[in-house]
């Protein structure tokens, strides 16, 4: 492998997609890292905590020292192995640690000792998440943005992918942005989800260019906070409203929150379990707005989804279409028309999802931002 210099290029970094080595601890990895970051750690978690004990009592030499004792013989064998096979399989990659420094180098060294040149990030984790920071905060000032809205079940997400320089908020958080959003596998954490999203817009400004699309939210997307900035920012941006008739909305919701789920959950858990966790989840999620619902029409709700699921166990999800109407029309709608009556001046557009995606293709800037 031809040697390549140490890096401080973040921003080719994250617009390639270049694979990242994390060679912090996995509690540090957990809590945040980047969208092609692998965990490889120099040390796990209780040796990370005993060196962290060492330095604080005896200084950074003893500490040196315990971390030679803790990361020896097999157990460095072991880990120098995961990491030549991360170098042999993204020979254009990078390795970090937190800071860029002692954790960086040792890893660095250890690969080379074992024949293999291979760089490192400068200023390591905290310098990426630094400039990830530093550009969003930017972009959010300084970008156009066009936002879809429209009420529950009309495929917002479905025609957000399909105009010209979108960023999908939901994808982003793995949740759909409703009491029913949870998907099968888990949200990112809050550090990974503002990570994440700011290489979405990175990407967004330079591969694209112009205005950025995103689908209307509220300030929580499951448990991932928007930031605040850009939630502002997005009150002020124009809306493109998404109309579809009652009957392709229940289509959709039917699809996304019963057939689509229940797939996932047997993908995941087998039939027997995947069928209950299924229910549960359909259920919970109805539970979770009974305050807001009120007890009569809760109950009346929940009855009939109970009967929905019999019916859907026999093999027929044609009940479901009876709670999902009388949910749309009783308690999401009334919300949505309240909340649009608030945004009257800031309407570009309404219609159904030809109309959208035309009028998006129509009047996008397709010159890139300026950098």
């Known amino acids: 492998?031809?040697?390549?210099?140490?890096?401080?290029?973040?921003?080719?970094?994250?617009?390639?997609?270049?694979?990242?080595?994390?060679?912090?601890?996995?509690?540090?990895?957990?809590?945040?890292?980047?969208?092609?970051?692998?965990?490889?750690?120099?040390?796990?978690?209780?040796?990370?905590?005993?060196?962290?004990?060492?330095?604080?009592?005896?200084?950074?030499?003893?500490?040196?020292?315990?971390?030679?004792?803790?990361?020896?013989?097999?157990?460095?064998?072991?880990?120098?192995?995961?990491?030549?096979?991360?170098?042999?399989?993204?020979?254009?990659?990078?390795?970090?640690?937190?800071?860029?420094?002692?954790?960086?180098?040792?890893?660095?060294?250890?690969?080379?000792?074992?024949?293999?040149?291979?760089?490192?990030?400068?200023?390591?984790?905290?310098?990426?998440?630094?400039?990830?920071?530093?550009?969003?905060?930017?972009?959010?000032?300084?970008?156009?943005?066009?936002?879809?809205?429209?009420?529950?079940?009309?495929?917002?997400?479905?025609?957000?992918?399909?105009?010209p320089n979108p960023v999908d908020l939901e994808g982003l958080a793995n949740h759909r942005g409703s009491s029913f959003g949870r998907q099968v596998s888990p949200q990112p954490s809050q550090i990974d989800f503002e990570n994440g999203l700011a290489v979405a817009m990175l990407k967004a400004h330079h591969h694209v260019g112009g205005t950025i699309y995103l689908e209307d939210e509220s300030r929580l997307i499951g448990r991932c906070a928007m930031p605040e900035r850009l939630r502002a920012r997005m009150s002020e941006s124009g809306l493109l409203i998404l109309e579809q008739p009652m009957e392709e909305r229940i289509a959709i919701i039917r699809a996304d929150y019963v057939e689509n789920m229940l797939a996932d959950y047997i993908a995941r858990d087998g039939e027997e379990a995947g069928w209950l966790n299924f229910r549960e989840y359909l259920l919970s999620a109805l539970d979770r707005i009974r305050k807001r619902l009120g007890g009569e029409r809760h109950q009346l709700l929940r009855d009939q989804m109970e009967q929905a699921l019999e019916q859907q166990e026999r093999g027929s999800v044609e009940a479901h279409n009876r709670w999902i109407q009388n949910l749309l029309q009783d308690y999401y709608d009334p919300m949505y028309d309240y909340q649009l009556s608030q945004k009257q001046g800031r309407i570009l557009v309404r219609g159904g999802p030809r109309e959208i995606i035309e009028y998006a293709r129509t009047h996008h800037n397709d010159r890139p931002s300026e950098a």
């Open 1 to 163: 492998m031809a040697s390549r210099p140490d890096t401080d290029d973040y921003l080719n970094l994250f617009l390639n997609d270049v694979p990242l080595m994390d060679v912090r601890a996995p509690i540090e990895y957990d809590k945040g890292s980047f969208p092609t970051a692998v965990n490889a750690p120099l040390m796990n978690d209780e040796e990370r905590h005993r060196i962290g004990i060492c330095y604080k009592e005896k200084g950074q030499d003893k500490a040196i020292e315990l971390g030679h004792q803790l990361v020896s013989g097999d157990i460095k064998a072991q880990r120098i192995e995961a990491w030549k096979r991360f170098t042999t399989q993204h020979p254009n990659g990078y390795l970090f640690c937190f800071r860029g420094g002692l954790r960086s180098r040792l890893t660095q060294q250890w690969i080379k000792d074992s024949g293999i040149d291979y760089p490192l990030i400068k200023g390591g984790y905290k310098a990426l998440r630094r400039f990830l920071i530093d550009s969003l905060d930017a972009l959010i000032e300084k970008q156009d943005f066009q936002v879809l809205s429209g009420r529950t079940g009309t495929g917002k997400t479905r025609v957000l992918l399909s105009l």
